[in-house]
């Protein structure tokens, strides 16, 4: 198993492109999520879907949108990148509906827009 | 919605001493409380756990500790090695919030040989 899978590792955008952040698991797991990570600020959690075919809004959920793609896939999308979503995005999943079970993370995607 | 202040922001020790992290969370609805550990480069992991219902965990060399009144939980990490250097958060979860965790900033171990 793959575990949770991220795409791209990396990622350089100017002011106001747009791109999408991929994320898939392979655990047949419920409950999928989108973090960013600042320095100092621990983990924020963005968007998250708690079964398929719904999402719910997180903490930091404006200059983002998502879509729970079938059960194995999450994506994040930013519509017109700005320079404070310079961030490292985390994917992570978790078996239970309610989100009581362990969150295993993927590898992240550093993103730096310009 | 829930606060969660983690101490100190980096902690270094002598190898086989022990390390103490803590935590402070603001809701008293939160009933589950993970820690992770991020090694450079790599998302983060759960190490330990811990419910409302419980005071203590143990895992080997390291513990969580809760204090419900208190509203404060902390990891434990006895005899430490250089492989234990690594970021480590703690979280918190509350029942009425089901999928949403809320993250302390991070502690940054580094444990010297």
């Known amino acids: 198993n793959a575990g949770v899978t991220q795409t791209p590792k990396f990622q350089v955008l100017k002011t106001g492109q747009s791109m999408t952040l991929q994320c898939a698991q392979d655990m047949n797991h419920n409950s999928m999520y989108w973090y960013r990570q600042d320095p100092g600020m621990g983990l924020r959690l963005i968007y998250y879907?708690?079964?398929?075919?719904?999402?719910d809004k997180g903490e930091v959920p404006n200059g983002y949108n998502v879509s729970r793609l079938n059960k194995r896939e999450f994506s994040l999308r930013l519509e017109s990148a700005a320079p404070s979503q310079t961030s490292v995005y985390f994917c992570?999943?978790?078996?239970?509906?309610?989100?009581?079970?362990?969150?295993?993370f993927g590898p992240g995607t550093r993103l730096t827009v310009t | 919605g829930e606060n969660v202040e983690q101490h100190p922001s980096t902690l270094s020790v002598q190898e086989g001493d022990s390390a103490v992290i803590k935590c402070t969370y603001s809701?008293?609805?939160?009933?589950?409380f993970p820690w992770y550990k991020q090694e450079l480069g790599k998302g983060p992991q759960l190490i330990i756990d811990?419910?409302?219902?419980?005071g203590e965990k143990k895992d080997q060399r390291i513990a969580v500790t809760l204090n419900k009144t208190a509203k404060h939980f902390s990891l434990h990490i006895t005899e430490t090695q250089p492989e234990d250097s690594a970021v480590y958060f703690c979280?918190?979860?509350?029942?009425?919030?089901?999928?949403?965790?809320?993250f302390g900033s991070g502690t940054k171990l580094n444990v010297k040989p």
């Open positions: 992570a999943s978790s078996e239970d509906l309610q989100g009581r079970g362990e969150q295993y």
């Open positions: 879907s708690a079964s398929e075919g719904t999402t």
């Open positions: 809701d008293s609805a939160s009933n589950y």
């Open positions: 979280a918190a979860k509350g029942i009425y919030n089901f999928n949403k965790f809320y």
């Open positions: 811990i419910r409302s219902n419980v």
